[in-house]
């Protein structure tokens, strides 16, 4: 039983020849047709190299090992073709050999996406500033409050600049002045009040800020003077003419957007022409004479200002009152 089973093997597929160990190909009249009724072949068992001698069971392994091998392998995809030719590349000419080497332009590679959905804060750029000659950042937050940065300073310059106002004053001035009158019969002297009223012109120049500020004028005055009573028998003259020029200036504190108040000083030189009599003689004047106010103006709009003073006269110490209008020109 045992040896029955290399002999079919042999007639299906080999015939082993033991003398020389060499496989040959069964002939034609020794191999037998299968009948075409079989659907499916039978599978045949595999030989069993255990009663066999040495060569024969190597023979026999070699054989079932190349079946399952055929077996396992996959079918190749009709219309496809397999060539173990090397492609062959041209040889390049002289041209191509000299010619520069041509690099392809690089292309930047996008922005890198941030995978964090909250806004990023970026830190704004440095900014030189030609005054300091540091860098300074943009961003006030970043400042230090305790080192004096230029752009602090330069805030704090446009903050308390000044601003400049040109304007034309007119106003009406009245007040009361002693002059002094010798009586040539007795030879005594004797004093005396007069009344001045006066229209002056200036030009005012103010230089203000938010909370304060201060001015100047220069400008002339001319008016009317009176003194004495009618009919007493004393020195009596009215309408006289007389001219004084005036400079001034004054410091305000700005109440409001449309009120300034403070002091105010008034230099003036004046020249008044009494006329003299018989009897009596007007002593001249000392030159200059000072006037102190407590000057107020009211910002009626934009151009116009109401403007009104009161003080005193420093050397007669009698009251002065001054009531008109500026006129802003810028």
């Not at 042999?10 to 037998?32: F, G, Q, R, Y």
């Not at 003689?281 to 407590?294: G, R, T, W």
């Not at 107020?296 to 116009?304: E, F, S, V």
């Not at 200002?305 to 006129?327: A, C, D, K």
Request: charged share 25%; aromatic share 10%; proline share 9%.
């Amino acid at each position: 039983m045992l040896l029955s089973e290399p002999i079919q093997l042999a007639e299906n597929a080999l015939v082993i020849d033991e003398s020389t160990l060499v496989a040959k190909p069964k002939s034609p009249s020794e191999s037998k047709s299968k009948p075409k009724s079989q659907a499916k072949p039978q599978a045949k068992p595999q030989v069993k190299p255990n009663n066999l001698s040495k060569p024969q069971a190597q023979l026999v392994e070699k054989s079932n090992t190349a079946k399952k091998n055929q077996t396992k392998t996959p079918k190749l995809i009709e219309g496809l073709k397999f060539s173990d030719e090397t492609p062959q590349i041209p040889p390049l000419s002289e041209e191509e050999i000299n010619s520069p080497a041509i690099v392809p332009p690089t292309v930047p590679s996008p922005p890198q996406q941030v995978s964090n959905p909250k806004k990023q804060k970026i830190r704004p750029p440095l900014k030189l500033d030609e005054s300091s000659g540091r860098e300074e950042p943009k961003n006030p937050m970043d400042i230090d409050p305790t080192t004096n940065s230029s752009s602090a300073e330069q805030a704090t310059a446009n903050k308390t600049k000044f601003k400049n106002r040109k304007a034309v004053t007119i106003d009406y001035n009245t007040w009361y002045e002693t002059i002094k009158i010798l009586n040539s019969s007795t030879s005594a002297y004797s004093d005396m009040k007069s009344h001045y009223f006066g229209i002056g012109i200036y030009y005012d120049h103010t230089v203000y800020e938010e909370k304060f500020g201060y001015a100047f004028s220069l400008g002339a005055i001319s008016g009317n003077a009176q003194s004495g009573i009618v009919n007493t028998g004393e020195y009596y003259e009215r309408r006289i003419s007389w001219l004084g020029y005036r400079a001034g200036g004054r410091f305000f504190v700005r109440a409001n957007t449309r009120i300034d108040i403070g002091p105010s000083v008034l230099v003036q030189f004046k020249d008044t022409k009494w006329p003299e009599e018989a009897t009596f003689k007007v002593m001249p004047q000392i030159n200059p004479q000072y006037f102190f106010f407590l000057d107020t103006r009211w910002r009626i709009n934009y151009p116009l200002e109401l403007v009104q003073s009161f003080g005193f006269h420093t050397r007669q110490y009698s009251m002065i009152w001054r009531l008109g209008f500026n006129y802003t020109l810028n």
